[in-house]
């Protein structure tokens, strides 16, 4: 069957789907860079029209069923060693909104790609964010019990399965994208190596020492610190951090803490502020931060402009979803 | 500039030189399977000849500096966050003798390949060597405080950074095989990107949850544990967690550390025993543990049989090596 599209090569239409630190920083309303004109490029202008017709729950309910089933076939249940399979599982499976994926079928659809070619990498992406989330849990870290609801991974199985769990999760995601066994039977990533290379090294790139852990060194620092945080500074723990596709949703997890219960947040409420974590509302108070997020979406919405209307519906939908989600 | 010969695509000649698992099987005695006879194909017959003209001393110390050479350019020294680049380079260039990049280079040296190709790939086998040894030594797993004569990553960097350490070095490890940057000037894996691709899936294989993971696991299983653990169980964990080509090594390993005090060892002597640890040595006997490493390097000697004398030199030389090491 001819392949006239390939999601991995998403840039043709100026966003790739596995440009995490980029998006963020165009979101987060980071220094203009080219990544940044080139996201906002995306994520905008078919903005307010449109949207009636676009049945957004549907989408993402549909999207997040699909990214289960991949993530599920992706581990194995039963078998050994158990207890490590059973914490990757736990961690992986734990429901949250798939919203990363989601993000990167729906790139793949305004660029007119098949969504069975973006599964991998939108699987990937999220064994990418659940390693993260475990890692950053742990007790050496930001002490973390609950997560979406739940006791979280080191809790429950330990802090050494933990560890690895999360080291597993890591490898996985890069065999995954690797493996031709992931992809649906009627597309054929040998076709496209090159392409699976270039994602391989994004994505990469994407967590190490420029991405996501970096955010996470540099946050780990700012924690307890008595001096004023620069917003430069938080806005580098956002960009590099949250590293995986949706990070301006961060702004809004961090409203978030300041005003939901436990119960609704399904994560200890307050606990950033608590632990004297940098956050927006803390430096800039809720209303601000309220306000940027707004600025932003509009930003966004601004440059979605353009784009088929039907084809950027999801990315517009998704981008509203972030900026005022209330979980 | 045409080329004829990719180390990836070593598996031409029956040896991948990102087949851990597998080459670990052959050597440490695994059930028969197609790997291990792969592998002991290679590690053999050329055997007690051809040793008296090759300087293996200059042979490995030519090939550690390469690869020092190549891990010291992968980590920019002074960038921020710089707590974490620190950490990585310091347990990454902790010194190490480099066994098992040399043993990737020698297998595509018997290849026939030129060396330039494999050396990305082998730098990446050190780094995800060192992210296990960084969180293998974490208090939580096996709290280690000395490796290689040096206090710990975590005893100099604290947990977090020691934890965050090892995930950047994993992911740099698939970043430094995908990127071209890698590569010397004059190969271009880009016209390979196949092979690329399959060795990536092959080394984020031998990691995960059937690899280097999956043998810590029941290796934290197995320590304290007052059953007897069967010999089965013992040659899983070094099948899968020594995963990193060379992991007959450990069989030496663990004799060392009976034997030899921490100043020589370059980290805590007796440790294994005193935790509790399940080795070769207490399960077998020193005596015995050390038949059985000589009969390994029997084994692989005879299959070396066969091939290119000179070609085979450095593999005959390194399995000796590896049997016979002192530290």
């Excluded at 039963?78 to 399979?85: S, T, V």
């Excluded at 790609?113 to 007790?139: F, I, Y």
């Amino acid at each position: 069957m001819a392949m006239a599209f390939h999601p991995l090569a998403a840039s043709r239409v100026h966003l790739s789907p596995l440009l995490p630190v980029p998006a963020a920083a165009a979101v987060a309303g980071a220094p203009a860079s080219a990544h940044r004109r080139r996201f906002s490029a995306i994520v905008a202008t078919a903005a307010a029209s449109a949207t009636t017709e676009f049945d957004f729950k549907s989408y993402m309910g549909e999207r997040a069923a699909s990214v289960n089933r991949a993530l599920d076939a992706a581990i194995p249940a039963g078998d050994p060693p158990a207890a490590l399979h059973e914490a990757m599982r736990y961690a992986l499976l734990a429901g949250g909104k798939r919203v990363r994926p989601a993000l990167c079928l729906a790139a793949c659809g305004i660029a007119g790609g098949r969504e069975a070619w973006a599964m991998p990498p939108a699987a990937a992406v999220e064994m990418v964010h659940t390693m993260s989330l475990v890692h950053d849990d742990l007790p050496c870290m930001d002490d973390d019990d609950l997560r979406r609801g739940k006791p979280t991974c080191h809790v429950v199985f330990g802090e050494p399965i933990a560890v690895l769990a999360g080291d597993a999760l890591l490898s996985l995601a890069f065999r995954h994208m690797a493996s031709v066994d992931s992809y649906p039977p009627d597309v054929d990533p040998e076709k496209h190596p090159a392409r699976v290379v270039r994602a391989i090294g994004e994505l990469a790139r994407c967590i190490g020492s420029e991405g996501l852990v970096a955010g996470q060194v540099v946050d780990l620092e700012m924690t307890g610190s008595t001096e004023t945080v620069p917003l430069e500074r938080l806005e580098y723990i956002h960009l590099h951090k949250t590293a995986a596709l949706l990070e301006a949703s961060v702004v809004v997890d961090d409203i978030l803490d300041v005003t939901k219960s436990s119960e609704e947040l399904g994560k200890t409420a307050g606990k950033d502020l608590a632990s004297d974590k940098t956050t927006y509302p803390k430096l800039l108070g809720l209303d601000k931060s309220r306000e940027f997020a707004e600025k932003l979406l509009c930003d966004a919405t601004e440059q979605l402009e353009g784009f088929d209307k039907e084809k950027a519906a999801p990315l517009l939908h998704l981008a509203n979803y972030i900026a005022y989600r209330q979980n």
